[in-house]
Structure formats: C-alpha cells, structure tokens
C-alpha cells in the first residue's frame, strides 16, 4: 500500500492556528500588504468572499475582548507577521490590543462583500502617503496568490496550481484510510500527539473559565471524568474547547482542513473516548489519524468554506469513526457509521463562527457517539433513507452536493439576516 497520499494529507491540513480561522486569515493578508508597504497604513480596505464576512462578523479576536474583521486588522497592522501563517497575531502583546482599539476606532478601515463565486477570496489593500500594497488570499486561509506595491508585482501564483486541492483529496477513500490507518507505522502518526496535546489544553482552559456561552462547562456540571458517561464527558470535552476558541482565548489550537473548530472535532471526542475507555496510545493515535483523514475526506466534497456546518458534519463523521475504531469496530461498522452520521445531521447550517458553535459541536459530538453506538450493534441507514446512497462514497458525494449545488443560495440569505440584525 502506498502510505504517502495519506500522510501527505494529514501533513498539508493539520495546522496550529490562534483565533478563528477566517478573520486569522483576513488579518494575514493585512500582514503581508502591510510588509510590503513598509509602514503603518494610514487606511485599510478589505474586500472579502460572502463566506469570510459571514465566518468573522460575531468571533471573538484573541487578545482583545472584540469581535470582528477591524480588529483583527487594526491588531494585524500593528503587530502581525505574515511568516507566522495562521498564527499570525501570536506576537501580540497586551499593549498592542490596546493600540488595536484605537487604530480601529480611527474609522479608517473599511469592509466589503466581494463580488465573486469563490467562497474564500480576501483582497487586502492598505495605504499610506502616496503608495497602496495590496495582498490576495483564495481558496485556502494561507495561499497568497498576489501581493503588489503600487505598479509593482511582488508576488503572483495561480491559485489553481499553487494548492493540491479538492483532486487530491478525492483520491483518499475510506475503504483506502481504514487500511492506512491498520497498517502504517505508529512512528509516521506520532505528530498527531502534537495536535491532541494542543487541543487538550483549549477544553482544559474552557473547563476551568465562563467563556462564551460555557455549553462544556454547563454539560460537565461538576461531575468527574469518573461520573460522567461516556457520551457526557466527550460532548462536554470537546464542546468546552469551542467555548474557548469562539470567546478569543489566546491560546492556538490545530486546525483541520482550514478551521480550527473542525481540529477540535477531529480530535478531542476521539481523545477524550479513549483516555474514558481505557484505551492506549496506539489505539489513541491510529484513531486520531482515522478520524482526522475521514474529516479531510469529507471536507473536499463540501469544500473548505460551506452553507453546511462543517465541524458538525464533517469533523463530527471523522470523530464518529474514530470511536468506532476504538470501541473495536472494523470497516463495516465504519461504513454504518458514516451512512447514520449522514442520515442524521446532513442539514446542519454554518451560521457563522460565534459562541453558538459550542452548542453545534456539543449537539454533532452527541449524535457522533450515538451513531456508533448503532453502528456496533449493527445498525445502519439504507438507500430508503433519504440522501442515503448504498455505499458510503455515493452518501459522501451526495452529502457534497448537498452543500455546494442544493444549498447554493444559503449563505448569502444567512448572511442577508445578520447583516439586518
């Protein structure tokens, strides 16, 4: 078997990022426009795809109290480093937020929709004096496809050529991840400690302060990891990380496929399944690796950005899995799992990253463990049900095409209510 497609997508989508991801990537584009300007802007415009804008109007910003794309710039300007990727406002400092504040309430940064069919494009153009920068982010948070100084092309690359893509993605399998999964060296997934390790830290952070709407704080209610069941601990667990994230905690968390809340899905439920049941290390990180593959798989057919909720859909179907492995399963209750998992939360609308996501995570983490509960005993959704093909590529597919062609109007409705609000 060839191991490589599999470790290679692991590798290019698995990412540390501080803060939510689309303002994260809005305030990298600030970053590298600023750098190539050379000074403070004395003006910031931002022109951005329907599905950013949507993504970044209610998050909180790490270090800063706000919520919102002017302070993620305003911080960026100041103190961002375009080097640093996704984390790039981890070099800010208390004093800097507090600069951000009043740069922001300059009023000399401006917000756009953009007109485009793209769902993540973020144009970036900043001016001081006499001279304008400008840096182009499209179809993933950290591909930087232009950036210019006034007449001056610094840096240009075809987006279609610059990033592997949904095409490479397509050509994991879930027959094929099982088998990578069984099968590779546990030393190739020892760097999944690394994401497990940085995502524990986040729910332990959530557990312990009231931030946002506190749904994992709520759902612990106290109890032990000892007096919890099973379900309980893995949904307030997980859920807890949100709370955190969603409120601008500073602390990083490691992305998948693109968003952080999705890393969370992908992997605290199946670490947290495993420290509850008992499980070792081995087990632990080969169903971290099932879990995170399957998320990735997903997330190719329903894209990077989707009116679908994609840490309740896709990332909840990877944890789905991941305790199936762990709870003894093979390929076929895999198989079951993820045709229940579909049946069940295929509709579930991204409305935005805010504190509410928590409530999305807790509910999608409940019905993964409950699909592998059905999934053990045999029990699976059929072709009569629904979207439901016979196999669970077709159901994948179908779920894909659920999101970009039957939902194709979704998010500029979504958007249109809480523009109004």
């Known amino acids: 078997m060839d191991f490589q497609p599999y470790l290679d997508a692991l590798h290019q989508e698995i990412k540390p990022a501080l803060g939510c991801t689309e303002p994260i990537a809005v305030a990298l584009a600030v970053a590298r426009a600023r750098e190539a300007l050379g000074c403070l802007p004395e003006r910031i ?27 993620a710039a305003a911080l960026s300007a100041l103190a961002g480093h375009s080097d640093y990727g996704l984390e790039v406002l981890s070099g800010a400092t208390p004093a800097d937020c507090e600069a951000a504040k009043a740069y922001a309430a300059r009023g000399i940064i401006h917000v756009a929709a953009e007109d485009t069919e793209k769902k993540l494009y973020i144009r970036a153009q900043v001016y001081a004096g006499e001279h304008a920068a400008t840096c182009i982010i499209e179809d993933a948070h950290t591909q930087i496809t232009h950036v210019q100084l006034d007449d001056q092309v610094l840096e240009h690359a075809d987006a279609r050529t610059t990033h592997p893509g949904a095409a490479a993605e397509h050509a994991l399998t879930i027959a094929g991840i099982y088998d990578f999964v069984c099968a590779v060296d546990l030393s190739e997934l020892t760097f999944l400690r690394k994401a497990i390790a940085m995502n524990d830290a986040v729910a332990q952070e959530g557990l312990r302060r009231d931030y946002g709407m506190r749904v994992g704080r709520t759902l612990c ?152 509960q059905l999934a053990m005993a045999g029990v699976s959704a059929t072709s009569l049900d629904g979207i439901i093909a016979t196999d669970e590529e077709s159901s994948i597919r179908n779920l894909g095409n659920l999101g970009k062609e039957g939902m194709e109007n979704t998010d500029r409705v979504i958007l249109d209510m809480m523009i109004a609000k």
């Open 45 to 71: 415009t931002l022109a951005v795809s329907r599905n950013i804008l949507k993504n970044a109007m209610g998050v909180g910003i790490p270090g800063t109290g706000m919520v919102g794309l002017e302070i």
């Open 221 to 372: 209610d106290g109890r032990s990891v000892e007096d919890m069941s099973l379900s309980d601990y893995v949904c307030a667990y997980t859920s807890a990380a949100a709370d955190a994230r969603m409120a601008g905690c500073t602390l990083p968390v490691m992305s998948t496929a693109g968003s952080g809340n999705q890393g969370i899905s992908a992997s605290l439920p199946v670490a947290a399944a495993a420290r509850k049941l008992g499980r070792g290390e081995d087990a632990m990180l080969r169903a971290e690796a099932l879990s995170q593959l399957v998320t990735i798989h997903i997330k190719s057919y329903i894209g990077k950005l989707s009116p679908l909720c994609g840490c309740a859909i896709a990332s909840s179907i990877g944890s789905a899995c991941g305790v199936v492995y762990l709870l003894g399963g093979g390929l076929e209750q895999i198989r079951c799992v993820i045709q229940n998992m579909i049946a069940d939360i295929s509709g579930l609308i991204c409305d935005g990253a805010k504190s509410g996501c928590a409530l999305k995570i807790a509910s999608s983490v409940a019905s993964a463990m409950q699909c592998a």
